[in-house]
C-alpha cells in the first residue's frame, strides 16, 4: 500500500544516527533528507519501505506505530549501516514525544495524551495523595542532573537562533532531540517538549509547509528557552510548573451530569488525527472527551462517527455534541479532559440546547470577562497546567467579509458594540471550516450564537468552531457539518474595508518594530539581524510611544547581534551567542506581554 507517511521516530534515535555519521556524511545530511523525502514509499503493516534507487531500498520498522531503536531503520546501500541514508530517513520523519516510563522500553507505543488510548488511573485512596508540604525546609531547587540537561536545551535553542531556520539543518535539530531526550530523562517533560515542537516548526519551514508561521517558531523557541533558564532560578511551587508533568494527572470528580456543546476536529502537525467534544457540567465547568490518535485528517473525518469510550455510553463523538450523560466515578485533569479508567460509569442522558439551562448562562457572561479568563490560559507561555478555558460564547450580527492582509474572514458585532473577526479553525479542505465561513459571510446581518477560540490580538479575533443554525433549530459543528446556500437568508454578501476600533494611544503603539526585530531574527539568524543597520530612529519612535522599555530592548538586541570582539591579534572571536540569546528571550517575552494586554483591552465595550 502506497503512504506518503513516514512512522515517527524516537528523538534518541534521531540523534544517535545522525552522531554517527562522519563529518563528511553530516554536510551531505539535508541533501539527503530532502531526497528521501521525495522518493515512493509504501507500507506493509508495521513497516515502511522507501525506495532510494533502483537497487536500493531503507525500510522503517514501527511496532506500534513507532521507530523506537536504532536498528529498526535499515537500508541494503553497500555502506550500510554507516550510510547518510539511515540518519536521513530519520531526520525525514516526525519526531515522536515519548513520556520518561516509555523512553526505557522502546518498543511500546506512546498514547497521545488525552486521546482514547491515554485513559486516566483510577483514584487511589487517600493514603496515595501526595503528604503536605514542611513548611520548616527549604524549598526544592533543581538537581545537578536537571541544570545540566537544562543548559544543554539553552545550547541547542541558542544555536537555532545563531544559525537561522536556513541554517539549522538535520546537524543542529539532532543536537536539539539529543538535549530534549536527556530532558525527558532528567524528569524536565516541559523543556523536552518545547524542543521538540522546535523541531517540527524547524523541518516545516525548511520544506515549505504552508501552514508553517514564523510566530509559531518565535513562540517556540521563546519557550523553549525561557523554560531551561528558569530551571536553575526557580524553586519549590514554581520549579514543579517549570519541570512540567509527563502524563497528566487526574483526580477525582464524582458524579457529573454533563450536556454537550459541539465536537471539533483535532489534527496535528506531528501526523496525529481525531475529535474531541465538549460537554459542560450543571455548574458550568467546561469538560472535553476526546479521541486522538496518529492517522491525520482522515481519522479524524472517521472518529466523529465512532463511539465515546467513556463507561456504557454507546453515543458517538458528534451526537455526543447534542445529547447528555450521566457519569459516575468521574475523573478529570485540571485542563478539564475527562478520563476514561475502568472505574468510570458513563450513561446517555437528556442534552440541553444552547438556549436554556444549564447551557444558556455560558453566553451571559459579558465578552470581555470571557475574553479575559480564555487569555489566562491561551498566553503563549502560559502554565500548561493551569486549568481555564479558551472558548468564547458570544451572541454576534454577522457583518460579511472582512479583508486581511493574509485574505478574509468574517466580521461580526457583539454584545458592547465589539467588532469580532471570526477567522477559519483549519484550512484543511477535507474539514467544512472554511466553507463554512465563506457561506455565513454571504449573510449579512444574520444573528447567531456562537462558539469559538480566543486568538491573542491587538483585535477581538476568533478561530470559528461551532453556530447555531441560520433557522434557529439545531446548531453546526463547522469543522464536520455543511451549510448550504438554502440555509442562508441571502446570498448577496458585501466586502466590508478593516474597520476603524477606537482606542488609545496604547493600540497605536509601535511595537511591532520591536517584534519585526525579534521574528527577523528567526529565519536568518543572528549575523542577519546585525548586519540591518542602525535602529536609533525606530527606537526614539518607540520611547515618544510611551514605551522605554521597548525602546532599550530593541536597542540591546541589536547590538548584541552586530557585536564581535576581536583578540590581541585582530582575529575575530566566536560570537556570544548565549547573550544574544539573552537579549532575544527577553525582547521576545515583553512583547508577548503588552500584544496580551492590548487583547485584553480590545474585549471592552466601545465607549460611544
Not at 450523560?325 to 450513561?347: C, E, F, I, N, W
Not at 433549530?473 to 478593516?498: K, M, Y
Amino acid at each position: 500500500m502506497n503512504d506518503d507517511r513516514l512512522p515517527p521516530v524516537a528523538p534518541e534515535v534521531t540523534a544517535t544516527l545522525v552522531e554517527d555519521l562522519s563529518p563528511r556524511l553530516r554536510k551531505r545530511l539535508d541533501a539527503a533528507v530532502t531526497k528521501i523525502g521525495a522518493r515512493p514509499k509504501r507500507r506493509d503493516g508495521d513497516t515502511v519501505t522507501i525506495e532510494v534507487d533502483d537497487e536500493t531500498e531503507l525500510r522503517l520498522h514501527a511496532p506500534g506505530g513507532l521507530v523506537a531503536t536504532t536498528d529498526a531503520i535499515t537500508c541494503g546501500c553497500l555502506l550500510a549501516p554507516a550510510c547518510v541514508h539511515r540518519a536521513a530517513a530519520a531526520c525525514a520523519a516526525p519526531a515522536a514525544d515519548l513520556p520518561p516510563e516509555l523512553v526505557d522500553r522502546p518498543t511500546a507505543k506512546a498514547p497521545e495524551p488525552g486521546s482514547a488510548a491515554d485513559p486516566a488511573p483510577a483514584p487511589g485512596p487517600v493514603t496515595d495523595q501526595a503528604p503536605a508540604p514542611d513548611l520548616t525546609s527549604p524549598p526544592e531547587v533543581a538537581s545537578p542532573a536537571q541544570r545540566a540537561a537544562a543548559d544543554a536545551l539553552w545550547s541547542a535553542g541558542a544555536a537555532v537562533l545563531e544559525a537561522g531556520v536556513d541554517g539549522a539543518g538535520a546537524v543542529t535539530q539532532s543536537a536539539l532531540l539529543r538535549a530534549a531526550h536527556t530532558a525527558r530523562l532528567r524528569q524536565l517533560p516541559r523543556a523536552a517538549a518545547a524542543a521538540l515542537s522546535v523541531v517540527t516548526l524547524l523541518r516545516a519551514a525548511r520544506a515549505g509547509d504552508p501552514s508553517y508561521r514564523t510566530a509559531d517558531l518565535v513562540t517556540a523557541l521563546a519557550e523553549l528557552l525561557g523554560t531551561a533558564h528558569r530551571v536553575g532560578t526557580t524553586s519549590g511551587a514554581e520549579l514543579a510548573a517549570v519541570r512540567g508533568r509527563a502524563r497528566r494527572p487526574y483526580s477525582p470528580d464524582g458524579s457529573l451530569r454533563l450536556y454537550g456543546l459541539f465536537t471539533e476536529p483535532v489534527v496535528t502537525d506531528s501526523g496525529h488525527g481525531g475529535v474531541r467534544t465538549w460537554v459542560a457540567a450543571a455548574d458550568g465547568r467546561l469538560f472535553t472527551v476526546g479521541d486522538v490518535a496518529p492517522g491525520g485528517v482522515g481519522r479524524a473525518l472517521g472518529v466523529a462517527d465512532r463511539a465515546v469510550r467513556l463507561g456504557d455510553s454507546a453515543l458517538t463523538h458528534r451526537e455526543l455534541g447534542r445529547a447528555g450523560l450521566a457519569v459516575s466515578g468521574a475523573t478529570a485533569s485540571p485542563d478539564g479532559r475527562l478520563g476514561a479508567g475502568k472505574g468510570v460509569k458513563a450513561v446517555t442522558a437528556r442534552g440541553a440546547v444552547w438556549t436554556e439551562p444549564p447551557l444558556a448562562a455560558l453566553w451571559e457572561t459579558p465578552p470581555s470577562e470571557q475574553a479575559a479568563r480564555a487569555l489566562r490560559s491561551t498566553a503563549r507561555y502560559a502554565d500548561p497546567e493551569g486549568g481555564g478555558s479558551d472558548l468564547l460564547f458570544l451572541d454576534v450580527e454577522l457583518l460579511g467579509a472582512v479583508r486581511e492582509s493574509g485574505g478574509s474572514c468574517l466580521l461580526a458585532r457583539c454584545e458592547g458594540g465589539v467588532l469580532v473577526r471570526l477567522a477559519v479553525a483549519d484550512d484543511d479542505p477535507a474539514l467544512a471550516h472554511r466553507d463554512n465561513v465563506m457561506l455565513l459571510a454571504a449573510a449579512p446581518g444574520t444573528r447567531l450564537r456562537i462558539i469559538g477560540r480566543l486568538v491573542p490580538a491587538p483585535y477581538p479575533r476568533l478561530t470559528l468552531l461551532a453556530c447555531s443554525h441560520p433557522s434557529g433549530e439545531s446548531t453546526i459543528d463547522l469543522g464536520f457539518d455543511r451549510l448550504r446556500r438554502a440555509d442562508l437568508p441571502d446570498p448577496n454578501a458585501p466586502v466590508h474595508p478593516a474597520p476603524h476600533r477606537p482606542g488609545g494611544s496604547g493600540a497605536h503603539a509601535p511595537l511591532y518594530l520591536l517584534e519585526r526585530r525579534v521574528e527577523q531574527t528567526v529565519p536568518a539568524g543572528r549575523a542577519a539581524l546585525g548586519l540591518l543597520g542602525d535602529v536609533t530612529a525606530e527606537a526614539r519612535r518607540i520611547r515618544r510611544a510611551g514605551l522605554p522599555t521597548a525602546a532599550g530592548l530593541l536597542t540591546a538586541l541589536c547590538a548584541s547581534a552586530a557585536r564581535r570582539d576581536r583578540d590581541l591579534f585582530g582575529r575575530l572571536l566566536p560570537a556570544d551567542t548565549d547573550g544574544f540569546a539573552s537579549h532575544w528571550l527577553a525582547a521576545a517575552r515583553y512583547t508577548a506581554a503588552v500584544a496580551e494586554s492590548l487583547c485584553s483591552a480590545a474585549w471592552e465595550p466601545v465607549q460611544e
